[in-house]
Structure formats: structure tokens, C-alpha cells
């Protein structure tokens, strides 16, 4: 199961939260995100006045990817 959650910052920023949940007992568990961004004209985002070189720095710069913890164990049993 995938759940996403959002959380408007102010003005100038949005955070989407995306987490997958694991199915017990299931060996296979595979994902996939697609995120489309919409953004009016009457913003006034144009490659000349902003970039696509600031677009990926940005962007880069705040995606944080967070993974579950497994020991030893754990990883071991799944692979076996």
C-alpha cells in the first residue's frame, strides 16, 4: 500500500510525503511513483526565468529518501 500525504509549507513550497508500506510474507513487494507538477502561466515560470540547471539543483537538494532498518537477521531470512 502506498500512502501519500502533503503539507503546504507558505507560499512558495508544498511537501508530498510518499511511504510504502511492506506486505508481510510477500517476497515481491515493488512500487512505482509518477508525479506530474502543474504549473500556471500566470506564475511566470519560463526557461528564462528559471532554468532548468536551478529546476535540478533544487529539486536535488531537497529530496530526502528514507529506508526502513533491517538487521542482519532479517535480511537474511528474506533472501533464504
Known sequence: MIEVRYKI???Y???FK???LVRQGIKDN???VNTWLFIPNSLDITPQTYGQ???YR???SN???ITPVYT???LGRESG
Do not use: G, M, P, T
Open 58 to 60: 533544487d529539486v536535488k
Open 9 to 11: 509549507h507558505d507560499e
Open 30 to 32: 515493488r512500487f512505482e
Open 72 to 74: 542482519l537477521c532479517d
Open 63 to 65: 529530496v530526502r529518501l
Open 13 to 15: 513550497s508544498i511537501e
Open 18 to 20: 510518499q511511504r510504502f
Open 53 to 55: 540547471d536551478l529546476f
